[in-house]
């Protein structure tokens, strides 16, 4: 399986970023599917899951601003951050956990695929 | 809100032990996952469930947790091991990441 994120790399201060990851040689049914970022220099940050029956769960730090959908019949999952602040600068990662979702939560066997990343900047 | 702390670096020579700690409150109640972030590149996981390696992930590598701490021990350290290391759990169905932890092989 692998991840490829798409989306726009510089973004203005109020807008919505709108990020694309592709999942190939697998399916998205099953398992959880994340987002993750990472600002320059800092620690990774947990935006939030969606799983192929579409429940979602997202960082309470970020609840109010995040969305994230899936379109099944294009193997893809989606995230909208909307209110951008320079603060939302960063790294962000889509990853797949491999806890199967009808029998475990996730965290159970791990993110053991990750996109290569796709930079954003929230600049005017 | 739940918080995992690592010590921001460790240093260790070829050939020795490399021990990074994971601290958070009960963690040892918690499953723990270890991330090897090398410059440049995508988090890869090399611990799940505190103490198992992926398929790929050298026997150097293992991991243990209990109490409040949880610790990623690599063994016979090599220099490509040099990287960022972060821990990760859940907390109430919330995913935490320690601030991570740069590796240095001297």
């Known amino acids: 399986v692998q991840l490829q994120e798409s989306g726009p790399g510089l973004v203005k201060p109020s807008e919505t970023l709108s990020l694309t990851c592709n999942v190939s040689?697998?399916?998205?049914?099953?398992?959880?599917w994340f987002w993750i970022r990472q600002s320059p220099g800092k620690g990774l940050e947990w935006i939030g899951y969606i799983t192929y029956r579409g429940t979602t769960n997202y960082n309470p730090s970020l609840k109010s601003r995040v969305t994230i959908s899936e379109d099944t019949s294009k193997n893809q999952f989606s995230l909208k951050l909307i209110s951008l602040t320079a603060a939302d600068t960063a790294v962000y990662y889509c990853?797949?956990?491999?806890?199967?979702?009808?029998?475990?939560?996730?965290?159970?066997?791990?993110?053991?695929?990750w996109g290569q990343g796709t930079t954003v900047i929230v600049s005017s | 809100s739940y918080e995992l702390t690592q010590p921001p670096s460790v240093s260790v020579s070829p050939g020795q032990t490399a021990n990074i700690t994971c601290s958070g409150d009960q963690l040892g109640e918690k499953y723990v996952c270890w991330y090897q972030q090398k410059p440049g590149q995508s988090p890869v996981l090399v611990i799940f469930q505190d103490t198992k390696r992926p398929s790929g992930i050298p026997e150097r590598f293992s991991g243990s947790n209990s109490g409040n701490t949880a610790t990623l021990t690599i063994s016979g350290t090599q220099a490509l091991d040099e990287g960022d290391y972060h821990c990760?759990?859940?907390?109430?169905?919330?995913?935490?990441f320690g601030g991570g932890t740069k590796l240095t092989v001297l």
């Open positions: 990853a797949r956990d491999l806890s199967p979702v009808l029998t475990h939560a996730p965290g159970y066997y791990g993110m053991d695929v």
């Open positions: 990760q759990a859940w907390d109430s169905s919330i995913a935490v």
């Open positions: 040689g697998g399916s998205i049914n099953n398992y959880y």
